[in-house]
């Protein structure tokens, strides 16, 4: 007998992603998100801990989603659609997590 636990299945990328996607945002921006999700991503198992899913913090990926977009300066209307994409705050308390780094958020 082993301990091992087995994956069984894969949620692809959060929500997030999805709603992302339906803006046509620019490819740039798209690009570091997605680069961002690859490098935090971490896999939560569920109940049964026969599966799990992707996922990475949603806070965190707000919040760079929201540097991202100042970063590629989309235009503030653009802006304004990709910040109302989650109801759930940016970062935690001013901060977010790039895999070990601690970034400030402006
Ligand atoms: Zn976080």
């Not at 798209?30 to 680069?35: G, N, Q, T």
């Not at 940016?90 to 977010?96: E, N, T």
């Given at each position: 007998?082993?301990?091992?636990?087995?994956?069984?299945?894969?949620?692809?990328?959060?929500?997030?992603?999805?709603?992302?996607a339906k803006l046509?945002?620019?490819?740039?921006?798209?690009?570091?998100?997605?680069?961002?999700?690859?490098?935090?991503?971490?896999?939560?198992?569920?109940?049964?801990?026969?599966?799990?899913?992707?996922?990475?913090?949603?806070?965190?990926?707000?919040?760079?989603?929201?540097?991202?977009?100042?970063?590629?300066?989309?235009?503030?209307?653009?802006?304004?659609?990709?910040?109302?994409?989650?109801?759930?705050?940016?970062?935690?308390?001013?901060?977010?997590?790039?895999?070990?780094?601690?970034?400030?958020?402006?």
């Open positions: 007998m082993t301990n091992q636990i087995q994956i069984h299945a894969y949620e692809p990328r959060p929500n997030i992603l999805s709603k992302l046509a945002l620019p490819q740039q921006f798209m690009e570091k998100i997605y680069s961002y999700i690859e490098r935090n991503i971490f896999l939560k198992l569920i109940k049964d801990k026969s599966q799990a899913i992707e996922i990475c913090c949603p806070a965190c990926l707000k919040a760079h989603i929201k540097k991202t977009a100042v970063e590629v300066k989309l235009p503030s209307e653009v802006s304004r659609k990709v910040f109302n994409i989650t109801n759930g705050n940016a970062g935690h308390m001013g901060y977010y997590l790039d895999k070990d780094k601690l970034i400030k958020l402006d």
